[in-house]
């Protein structure tokens, strides 16, 4: 649909997180020559959307949850390394002007097990990854036969560090020289398995060896089919890792954990040469509609790798527990594997990336400036309330006729709304609204406007944009959770997107963050600076984020920060019918839980954080008279969240949910595309890259760039 006669498209786009930010960056790239004329809308004061952060007492970051970025990332990084070379160009004062200064290495990860002793932490430095993420792609394992190869490999290496840490020598190279054919490889195979089993470590390592010369030579042939000579070599290996499991469930704890990923490994490359999915146009999701759990059982992994800390990892780190129930873990098996697989071998630079100050301060704040500068408008304290379709004609395609906005506050003399302080030199959001800048702000900052909430229904007035009048596409950016209620006639229309809505699912999370007056070494930790998933409930993952500490004006010492977070249990059904009295009773909740999780876990963590059994509260670090706060009275001065709200609750994959998320390349209503991380994407899971990857996708919907094949990681049909 063409704009005004000569004159520039108008884009409406409707959200403010990076999936709709990423489409407004790309349509207003230079490249376009202004051909796509960008209004932002977006309810509130802030940019962010579900990364949305701001600056609380003492200038402290107060998050929406954990958030770290990884090191495959591979979109996001470039849109933010572009983001700050063009912001350094056009506002040279920023503090932090490079993207090196923004995000920073977290090689140390951690996840935690359960014994009969406690809990014990099981620490791992990754080493740096070739390149940095970002950095132009050739080539590289996004196939499932490239990612499989990567798996062999891996194994391998495991195999033969199982054999160090047993200290046994190997008797000698069993393995066939370095050019051998296919058949003397599955003849040396044959004669291995004469053995009925794997019996000792030299005949491990050769398997190792086999298993590493075919991935070489005769990849992907060996790999792909059920009647691989390949196939029943990892049936052996499972039998032997099961038995080495059995072995070592009371013995040496580190050699427990390398078996346990040897087993998990060689159910996924047993699973894949049995589902054919290196053949399988779908590829990894093929294989959507299981749970992964259950996919690996189905292959063969053993019930102590199923139960690992690594395992439990995975599904903490995407809240993948149906209904925030965590005896539910559901997590679709492709988006699982395909997860894994990115995570582990195409990170580059570092496993995990830590940012340089609050997510609203380094990722938003930057590309709001930028767009801005760009001529992109933004209407902060606008909420959507209803996208209005044309009436159906015969003949004639479904297309958008109308936006309706409720108008949460106006703007002292009709200006656009300013949304950044200044912080260390450093551009960042704050936790609230700046009253001044609204007209009557007295009164609705007496008043408690909650301009975020589903639930705040009062308003300045409102506004109707019309199709042709006002705007000619738009770019739906709004959480998978406010549907219901924005986009009823969408989902009226269109039985798709019916389905979309009713499969799904989302879930509220709940987070806290402390500041304390001792070092973690002080408190008995005794590794580097770490992330840890897999981890007592509620709170099962937890970030050391001490770094921030500078950022921040304390008056007062702070020398730690913690993070932690996990899934809420959903007494609201997918957000339907949430109130403020509820919001209020649910914060009370995270609020008991949080204190109760530190009574009784934070000293797994931390040993000198807890005294006579109970957290040492007065560690944590107030500002003036909130100092006086004694006991409990004390966890009051800190930050907590729960995420109930429509738009806050994290977009889950459970399994035979996938096929029912729509592409924003699907325009099946004819001038609207859609964007966010509930979209069919390519990677299809609640994260950063996601989010960013929809984003270009609902650019090249509109503008046909960029290229499809730009789009790292992006390979659907």
Known sequence: MAGTPGGPIRVAVVGGGCAALTAAFELTRPEHQGKYKVTVYQMGWRLGGKGASGRGVAGRVEEHGLH??????????????????????????????????????APDVGVADRSGEGWAFWLAHFPPGQGEPGDPVSGGPFTVAGYLRQAVMLVVELLRSAGAMEKLERAGAAAPGSAPAPEAVAEAISVLLRYGQLATTAAILEAGDLLRIAAEQFFPQFFTTIGSPVAPLLEMLAVTARRQLEILVEGDRELRRVWQVIDLILAVLRGSIRCGLALDARGFDAINEHDWREWLRMHGASAHALDSGFMRGIYDLVFAYEDGDIARPRLAA????????????????????RMGAGMGDVVFAPLYQVLKHRGVQFRFFHRLRNVGLAPQKEGEAAYVEALDFDVQARVVGGKEYEPLVELHHLPSWPSQPDYAQLVDGDKLEREGRAFEAAWEKRRAGVKKLRVTRDFDLVVLGVSMGALPEVASELVE???????????????????????????????????????LSGFMEPFDTWADMSHLVPEESWKEPVRSIAYFCGVLPDAAVNGEGVSGVFHREQRDAVRSNAIRFLNTGAGQLWPGAVRDGEFRWEMLAAEGKAKAGKGTQRFDTQYWAANVNPSDRYVQSLPGSLVYRISPLDMTFDNMTIAGDWTASGLDSGCIESAVMSGLLAAHAIAGKPGLKEIVGYNHP
């Open 68 to 105: 770290l970025w990884m090191g495959f990332y591979e979109n996001a990084f470039r849109l933010m390394r572009e983001c700050y070379a063009e912001r350094k160009r056009v506002f040279p004062g920023c503090r932090i002007a490079e993207w090196r200064d923004a995000f920073k290495p």
């Open 334 to 353: 492709g988006v699982a594997l395909r997860g894994a697989m990115r995570m582990f071998f195409t990170y580059r630079g570092s496993l995990f990336w």
């Open 493 to 531: 229309r269109e039985a798709r997107w019916r389905d979309m809505v009713r499969h799904v699912k989302t879930v509220p999370t709940q987070s806290f963050q402390i500041w304390m007056n001792e070092s973690p070494a002080q408190l008995g930790w005794p590794h580097p600076p770490a992330n």
